[in-house]
């Protein structure tokens, strides 16, 4: 086989996709094209434009084939999205948004038959979160389509199959709170069977397994000229974890930043998770449960810079004294429906008078008090690696290094999903170490008690502890 020196990473998030090729012998990204994802509104319901992002994916890989070229394709995309497929293979419904919220009767009947969270490890989760919900829904309210059914794929892997033709299924993908997976027994839970889809799931296969070359047409459309393996592909916060789980000794943690802020703790267990707190059990690339909790930070910073306008790090690192001295404080949530403290409503404490560098100092602070809740929850232990976008936000990392009392590293790049998907195909290209970061200068102690108070005082009224500032 030809040794792997480029590999094209095709890596679909929630809120933007991205085809770029990384050097398998640094770990770098040498080239790239990005479109943002878009949601179509229906009929019959908000989902995905799949057609844009394929013609996006072939013109992608086509230009970038020509520079600076690649030797293998791998595949990550979001959690919480299945497709369905006829026997044609084709849609046979469209894939669904998994944020859309469905009715309450819908929701109320699935309650009923969704397995217990001893079983799956799989909080109950608003609107599709949970893939399970997902096809419930499809076939309850579009029992005519859902009639043509023939294979289930999850979100990467139908990518594969578009590339190559092969249907597979995939643990990363199914063990992401699905409510379709038993981690710890390592097959599918109860519910495949109460659902009646055993017979539609595609086989499952390793993340590491080269499913096939790209299809001769696929290939002439691309210009490919020689074969190219495609692989099985993985879900995006594992990607994020694969290359530590490769190349580091547990007990440690994993931070992996996007449209969520997903926390892993390698070498931790699933005995004291909660379903309340959004805490679950994802399922690494070699099928192995770990302890986890999310929410979702970067939605939280996108709608946040849409009200403060742009974060300057060295003004808003200065503004931290201030903001530390005076209480001031964020409380969650600002995108609800997921994280540690769902039911709670976004309010500012103590912001009359602050300029918006002050409430980016706060916000910062507020992501890192987040992400270490997360942390506590899931029993996280040794050094916390951060990778994603807010790897490069040195606010809300001196904030996080002074509140774990721990090291903290930041890992180089943009994303870990496109690395850790490249892996799958060159498995020796691990990434470059991360920085170690130093704490604030500050101490943040007495300001996370008060912020954990207001919190508790803010659940237990239904009001602001203080008048909430607007942020506009």
Not at 90 to 118: G, I, K, N, T
Not at 418 to 438: E, K, N, R, S, V
């Amino acid at each position: 086989m030809t040794e792997c020196r480029r590999v094209a990473v095709l890596d679909i998030g929630k809120t933007n996709a991205k085809v770029v090729v990384l050097d398998c012998t640094t770990g770098e990204e040498i080239g790239g094209k990005r479109i943002g994802n878009r949601v179509s509104a229906g009929p019959p319901y908000p989902h995905y434009d799949i057609e844009a992002l394929w013609s996006f994916t072939l013109s992608a890989l086509a230009d970038l084939l020509q520079e600076p070229g690649y030797d293998a394709i791998s595949i990550t995309t979001h959690g919480a999205s299945a497709v369905l497929l006829d026997g044609e293979g084709e849609l046979a419904l469209p894939v669904l948004d998994y944020e859309h919220h469905y009715s309450q009767d819908v929701e109320e009947a699935y309650q009923v038959l969704r397995p217990p969270f001893s079983e799956t490890f799989s909080p109950s989760l608003s609107g599709g979160l949970n893939i399970g919900a997902q096809i419930f829904y499809q076939k309850t309210v579009f029992p005519e389509e859902f009639a043509r059914v023939r294979i289930i794929l999850t979100y990467p892997q139908y990518w594969a199959y578009r590339l190559t033709g092969v249907a597979a299924n995939e643990v990363t993908s199914l063990g992401c709170h699905t409510d379709l997976w038993n981690p710890r027994e390592n097959r599918y839970s109860s519910l495949i069977d109460t659902l009646g889809i055993r017979g539609m799931m595609a086989p499952v296969r390793s993340a590491f397994d080269a499913l096939g070359p790209v299809l001769p047409e696929i290939a002439s459309r691309i210009g490919l000229t020689k074969p190219v393996p495609v692989h099985c592909g993985i879900h995006d916060s594992n990607a994020s974890l694969l290359a530590h789980v490769m190349g580091r000794q547990p007990p440690f943690s994993v931070v992996s930043t996007g449209t969520w802020v997903v926390n892993f703790a390698v070498g931790g267990n699933l005995d004291h998770l909660d379903p309340a707190r959004d805490t679950l059990a994802n399922v690494d690339a070699y099928s192995r449960p770990v302890p986890s909790a999310r929410f979702m930070g970067g939605r939280e910073f996108e709608l946040l810079a849409a009200e403060l306008g742009p974060l300057s790090i060295e003004e808003a690192l200065g503004s931290v004294p201030a903001v530390v001295e005076r209480h001031m404080m964020l409380l969650p949530n600002i995108a609800e429906g997921s994280g540690p403290f769902q039911g709670q409503h976004c309010t500012w404490l103590n912001a009359a008078g602050a300029d918006a560098q002050q409430r980016w100092a706060t916000a910062c602070l507020y992501l890192a008090l987040m992400t270490e809740t997360c942390l506590d929850l899931v029993g996280a232990k040794g050094p916390t690696l951060v990778e994603g976008p807010f790897s490069s936000n040195t606010v809300y990392l001196k904030a996080l290094r002074s509140l774990l009392g721990r090291p903290v590293l930041a890992l180089p790049g943009s994303t870990g999903t496109a690395q850790g998907a490249a892996l799958l195909a060159a498995p020796h290209a691990l990434p470059q170490a991360g920085t170690q970061i130093d704490g604030l200068a500050q101490d943040v102690s007495a300001y996370r008690r008060a912020w954990h108070d207001a919190i508790r005082a803010n659940g237990k009224t239904g009001e602001p502890t203080l008048s909430p500032v607007p942020m506009s």
